[in-house]
């Protein structure tokens, strides 16, 4: 049974359209690059997925369950269903070990002490452990992004969702991050990744998903859809772009 289902699901900002009947689904332990052109609809979807934008029109199913934004408890969906962003959206006045702490505490119910034993461990696996006690800004772009990652895995999360992780970061940190993103598909979490990353799209994915203007134009395992013998004509020109 798929994990997460979208049906036909459109968004439209005033009198733009910027999703156009997506139909998607996603199963356990698959890992799914989304890619395409800027302005394409790439994050909106992303964020209609959790019901951080309400979809104008359509459904989304997760684990069998309609999301419905008046009846969908969403503090509980979006512990189970983490997120990870461009900008990292930590707590400015928070350590980066209370940050990882605070919502294991108000969400899963969990004491300060089990939710600092499990912090510290987070913060080790993705090398932070050492910065726990700093705050956000005495914290670089890529180390507050690995602790975003360790908040967002400190929930247990079903599904993780990551909104172009790296496209605010230094090029030298990059690839930091994605190892760590790798560490955690290899561990078998259930992924979807917004990226501009095409090696880890490459490497990673077990699904390329292409997205241009509004519509999936293209859902192919990685192997075909970077192959040099891909007949699709819009693919091959975006990916001579960008390789």
Do not use: W
Not at 22 to 37: K, L, S, T
Not at 47 to 70: A, D, I, M, Q, Y
Not at 91 to 111: C, K, S
């Amino acid at each position: 049974m798929a994990l997460l289902e979208t049906f036909d699901i459109t968004k439209t900002f005033g009198d733009h359209q910027v999703l156009r009947g997506v139909d998607f689904r996603i199963e356990p332990g698959q890992v799914v690059a989304v890619i395409g052109p800027s302005g394409g609809g790439k994050s909106t979807f992303l964020r209609c997925l959790n019901l951080l934008e309400t979809p104008t029109s359509g459904r989304v199913v997760f684990t069998g369950e309609e999301l419905e934004p008046k009846k969908s408890n969403l503090d509980k969906l979006r512990a189970r269903m983490g997120m990870v962003f461009q900008q990292f959206n930590l707590f400015p006045h928070m350590t980066a070990l209370r940050n990882v702490v605070l919502p294991q505490m108000n969400v899963l119910g969990l004491t300060r002490e089990e939710a600092e034993r499990k912090g510290r461990a987070l913060l080790d696996r993705v090398g932070m452990l050492g910065r726990a006690d700093v705050y956000p800004n005495r914290l670089s772009g890529g180390q507050k992004q690995r602790v975003a990652i360790a908040r967002a895995i400190a929930m247990d999360p079903e599904l993780m969702l990551f909104d172009e992780p790296t496209s605010a970061l230094d090029p030298e940190v990059v690839h930091d991050v994605l190892d760590i993103m790798t560490d955690l598909a290899r561990d078998g979490m259930t992924m979807i990744v917004v990226t501009h990353e095409m090696g880890f799209a490459r490497r990673v994915a077990d699904r390329v998903v292409f997205i241009d203007d509004g519509r999936i134009a293209a859902d192919l395992p990685p192997e075909e859809f970077f192959s040099e013998h891909n007949g699709n004509e819009r693919i091959r020109t975006f990916l001579a772009k960008v390789l």
